[in-house]
Structures are given as structure tokens and as C-alpha cells.
């Protein structure tokens, strides 16, 4: 079954059911819409024709679908700490397997401590000085 992205639009439900069996080889989750349906397939039909998803991104998310935290820098380990001196206050996050914790809180992306400390938006490895320019 080869489709293109004009045929699903005009597709109705069992079409677009039938199209969803055939590309993922298993049932559609029961309340997806149609108009839901057929974006997804749109985009599926189109990410394989370019090749599919990037590698690294298919990694990331097989990795969150796991359960596992964001993939950490590779110089940051599980165990690692790093400090950050902000407005006269020595901030302290530990590296774990499931983020970052500061503050008896974790957090997917260093970006996100450097906003809770903050309260704006900065690149988390600048604001640790992980990368240049920090």
C-alpha cells in the first residue's frame, strides 16, 4: 500500500484505520481523531519517503519511552556536581541517572535549573560555564 499525503486527506475513518494497521502493524489507540490521524500518517508517510527521523532524535526518544532520563553531557556522569555562584548564593546540582537535582528537585535539562535559579531563560551549560561565551 503506497500513500500519498492527498489520498489520506480525503480518506475516512476505516481508510484511515486500515492505512495506521498497515504502516505500524498495530491497532489505533481508540481516541484518535480523525483530523489526529490523519496529520500522524501524513507525517509518517512523509518522514519515510525523507529517510525517517534523525538518529539521534529516534535514540531520545527511545530513551524517555524507557523511562531513563535525558542523555547527559559526556562530561557529566551520574555522581557530578556542579556549583554556580548567582546573586551571592552558591548553588549546588548533583548529575544522576535521572536528570538533574537542586533544591531536592530533579530536572530533565540543565537549562531548566539555570531557569529556576534565574528566573530566565539561559542555556544551562553557559550558565554552568560547560561551554565558551559563559
Known amino acids: ?3 500519498s499525503v492527498a489520498e489520506i486527506e480525503t480518506m475516512d475513518r476505516a481508510a484511515l484505520v486500515a492505512a495506521w494497521d498497515h504502516l505500524f502493524g ?3 489507540p ?3 481523531s480523525q ?3 490523519r496529520r500522524f500518517l501524513a507525517f509518517e508517510i512523509q518522514a519515510r519517503r525523507s529517510g525517517g527521523l534523525p538518529k539521534g532524535f529516534v ?3 527511545e530513551r524517555r519511552a524507557s523511562g531513563r532520563g535525558p542523555a547527559s553531557t559526556s562530561a557529566l556522569k551520574p555522581g557530578g556536581r556542579l556549583l554556580r555562584e548567582w546573586n ?3 548553588h549546588e546540582v548533583e548529575v544522576s541517572e535521572a536528570g538533574y537535582l537542586w533544591n531536592r528537585e530533579t530536572y530533565l535539562s540543565l537549562s ?3 531557569r529556576a535559579i534565574t528566573g530566565a531563560h539561559w542555556s ?4 554552568f560555564g560547560l561551554k565558551e561565551g559563559s
Open 88 to 90: 551571592g548564593v552558591t
Open 124 to 127: 544551562g551549560p553557559r550558565f
Open 112 to 114: 531548566a535549573v539555570a
Open 30 to 32: 481508540k481516541s484518535l
Open 1 to 3: 500500500m503506497k500513500l
Open 26 to 28: 498495530v491497532s489505533v
Open 59 to 61: 535514540a531520545e526518544l
Open 35 to 37: 483530523a489526529f490521524l
